[in-house]
């Protein structure tokens, strides 16, 4: 969709461009949370975004076992302006990642934010920052 690289790897870090919430059959999910979703469903899209995030970091990697550690996490929600509930959406995805990676490493500093729109109307996108082995 645009010029850029899914992971670009500085020394021991792993930068993660923005992922999209992205099914098994290749398509994407869409929608803005307080209108065409539910807090449930968009939770549901953070965890797919997560999903992406850790097949695009396997690809690149070799083996999610070079993990070290999750550093940072930038969720960004596709939302109505009155929708608040912006962290429990991301949770989708930062669950994920404690569960695939413990309590310790795979919870690290968080930001999310709603947005008024997002490319191609997706639900959610999601950057993040690895530490590596």
């Known amino acids: 969709m645009g010029v850029y690289k899914p992971v670009v790897i500085v020394g021991k870090l792993a930068y993660v461009s923005g992922h999209g919430p992205l099914k098994p059959d290749k398509s994407l999910v869409t929608g803005r949370i307080g209108d065409d979703l539910s807090l449930e469903q968009g939770k549901a899209a953070a965890r797919q975004v997560g999903l992406a ?22 969720g960004m929600v596709n939302c109505t302006p009155e929708f608040q509930d912006h962290p429990q959406v991301i ?3 930062s669950e994920l990642f404690r569960d695939v990676f413990g309590p310790d490493n795979g919870i690290g500093a968080r930001s999310a934010v ?3 729109s997002l490319p191609g109307n997706i639900a959610v996108e999601i ?3 690895f530490e590596i082995a």
């Open 114 to 116: 709603g947005m008024g």
């Open 91 to 93: 949770n989708g995805c």
């Open 127 to 129: 950057e993040a920052l």
């Open 53 to 74: 995030i850790l097949a695009t970091l396997k690809n690149e990697l070799g083996s999610l076992d070079r993990v070290s550690r999750v550093i940072k996490v930038l």
